[in-house]
């Protein structure tokens, strides 16, 4: 990234306009820090994509404070998620197909919430943990083994493969069917990006697929439980109720989406950011064990994987000092909020000792729908950056990221490394 400008004009700026997300990111990182100094809380109307499958939306408030973001995710009840986590609008059966809990209210959200979250206790992601390590073991040994040359591409090679193998260790997904659930997450990836040439078809396609296989699957292991977190999940009872096949199937489509990409795009930013800046990786890696929880949550913040997720009042209230009605959308721009100088020092550097309050909102900025997965995401880093350093020390990235064009995912798509 270039030098960032001091200032630019924020008057000419839609931030649904997919121009914006590709422009360079030091002009984007001024533009949000301008919309944080002048206009926290601003209005941006819906783009019209062509072959949308539904009408243009009226339009959102975008925030871009840590504090707003904050106050937004913490008041559910005056914030709603049931009439989408996504700028566009759905139909609300198609948001819950597709974005199963986090398309949610209480008591939906909540019941789901606590039937699936039988998977994820520290217990669970403890056991997850052991193969964590064999992944990235397994990873660095085909890395010797493929390339003697001793340069690869970092995405493909390193930070993707990873967090999809532990998805389908972690469901019992036998390792025959992987590269099927891989190309399906490669279509769902693509969409926005014009190298993939996603259709509504195809996306419409790959959910139906990923369901189907998902359902049977669950009532598979409903019949005969194993010692995988579908098994426990199938089984799991809250007040006297279980998932349905179908609300896994779901679940199942949004936990590959938001595992996958979310955290491969964290270990992408973080090696870049780990080669930018020596002396942190210095900090690190001499440090290890004591510098860890700090280092993690410090990639997370920078790289902030998702870009923002919506809301939708439920009734007329204001925030930050600007009148909104019941009805109207909110975006909440986590990246922005992750930046703001008001809350972080010196936002614009990277630091692995920076304190954990306040707390960065790459995985949320707490309420119910706090990312499920932020302990098991923050583990796959540690192991991963501790794989790389013992075995790898002198890997380095070696060329610019090509990014991902997307509104959403803040997405690297290939990287060249060296060691
Ligand atoms: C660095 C990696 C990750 C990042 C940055 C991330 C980010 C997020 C964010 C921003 C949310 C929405 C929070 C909100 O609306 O308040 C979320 C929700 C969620 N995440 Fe993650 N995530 C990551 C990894 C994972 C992993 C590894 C899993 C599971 C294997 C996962 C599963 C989920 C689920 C199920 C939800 C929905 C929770 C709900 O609606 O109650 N995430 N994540």
């Given at each position: ?94 948001n819950?197909?597709?974005?199963s ?26 056991k ?5 390590k064999v ?10 083994e ?42 769902i ?48 009872e ?5 998932l ?22 964290a ?17 690190w ?30 009734a ?75 075995r ?28």
């Open positions: 990234m270039g030098t960032i400008p001091e200032h630019v004009n924020i008057d000419d700026i839609c931030l649904s306009d997919p121009e914006f997300w590709i422009a360079d990111r030091a002009y984007r990182e001024a533009a949000f820090a301008t919309f944080r100094a002048e206009r926290p809380v601003s209005f941006h109307k819906e783009w019209e994509f062509e072959d949308a499958p539904f009408p243009v939306g009226p339009g959102y408030w975008a925030l871009t404070r840590h504090d707003d973001i904050w106050h937004v995710s913490r008041n559910p009840q005056l914030f709603c998620s049931g009439q989408g986590s996504q700028v566009g609008d759905m139909p609300v059966e198609m819950e197909f597709f974005g809990m986090i398309a949610m209210d209480d008591p939906k959200h909540f019941r789901l919430r606590s039937i699936v979250s039988k998977a994820f206790t520290p217990k669970e992601v403890a997850v943990e052991e193969y964590v992944k990235a073991r397994l990873c660095v040994d085909r890395l010797l493929k390339f003697p040359e001793r340069t690869c591409d970092f995405v493909s090679e390193v930070a993707a493969p990873m967090p999809l193998q532990i998805i389908c260790e972690m469901m019992g997904i036998p390792p025959e069917d992987e590269a099927q659930i891989f190309g399906w997450t490669n279509v990836l693509g969409v926005g990006d014009p190298e993939y040439v996603t259709t509504i078809e195809d996306l419409m396609n790959v959910a139906l697929s990923m369901f189907t296989y998902a359902q049977a699957l669950g009532e598979d292991r409903r019949a005969n439980p194993r010692d995988d977190m579908t098994s426990i999940m199938m089984a799991a809250v007040d006297g109720e279980r349905t096949a179908q609300e896994f199937g779901s679940f199942f489509i949004l936990l590959v989406v938001a595992g996958n990409e979310t955290t491969r795009t270990i992408a930013h973080g090696m870049k950011a780990l080669t930018d800046f020596p002396e942190q990786r210095a900090a890696f001499d440090d290890f064990e004591g510098t860890t929880r700090t280092a993690v949550e410090e990639i997370v913040r920078w790289a902030t994987p998702v870009i923002h997720f919506r809301r939708t009042a439920t007329d209230t204001e925030i930050n000092g600007q009148a909104i009605k019941a009805g109207e959308k909110i975006v909440m721009f986590y990246q922005s909020g992750n930046r703001d100088e008001a809350t972080f020092t010196d936002p614009q550097r990277f630091d692995v000792r920076r304190g954990l309050n306040p707390n960065q909102i790459g995985f949320g900025a707490g309420g119910p729908h706090f990312c499920l997965g932020a302990n098991l995401a923050r583990r796959e880093i540690a192991v991963m950056f501790d794989e790389l350093r013992r790898l020390p002198d890997l380095r990235i070696t060329g610019e990221p090509e990014y991902l064009q997307s509104a959403f995912i803040n997405g690297i798509k290939r990287m060249p490394c060296a060691w």
